[in-house]
């Protein structure tokens, strides 16, 4: 199965990991090989994978708790949304730590804030394209110099990798 065969599917191609790049109007994610459905969150799991995405480790519904100051969701609650998002895929389990008596099951992110929202924009109809077009025109506007720059230079080193790339195909 393809993606022209499923449009819930964004097809990674074999390359540097967390780069985006424009092909054919559709954000694609260079990750190493392979399919990642389109997961739909909820507000709720949307808030505990951006949680988890700034931990930046596996975590347990217990240390999300104890961890997550400004959070009033309880344990219980919390452990049925991490279940929802390991139903979805977009978490898996690390591991068991020991806590006390019991024993703690900890899971790690398995979607990158990235893909998700690389996902999202795309399904709701949002290219790089006119993503880039909105970012060089606010730059231009605001006169930054030094941001144009270094835009300018980010785009020519993915321009010149993804010539490479072509000329690998051949």
């Not at 006119?130 to 006169?143: I, L, S």
């Amino acid at each position: 199965m393809n993606s022209i065969d499923n449009p819930n599917l964004i097809k990674y191609t074999k390359n540097t990991t967390k780069r985006f790049f424009l092909c054919v109007e559709k954000i694609v994610s260079w990750k190493e090989g392979g399919y990642v459905a389109y997961i739909p969150l909820t507000k709720s799991e949307e808030k505990l994978m951006q949680f988890l995405w700034e931990q930046g480790k596996p975590l347990s519904a217990s240390e999300i708790q104890a961890l997550w100051k400004d959070n009033a969701w309880t344990k219980s609650y919390t452990r049925d949304i991490m279940r929802a998002l390991e139903e979805k895929g977009a978490i898996e389990f690390y591991n068991l730590e020991r806590t006390g008596k019991n024993y703690g099951r900890r899971f790690r992110t398995v979607l990158t804030r990235e893909e998700y929202f690389s996902q999202l924009a795309m399904r709701n109809g949002v290219t790089v394209t006119k993503m880039f077009q909105v970012e060089a025109f606010a730059m231009v506007e605001k006169g930054n110099k030094q941001e144009m720059d270094d835009l300018i230079l980010e785009l020519e080193g993915m321009i010149e990798e993804y010539r490479a790339r072509d000329d690998d195909a051949e």
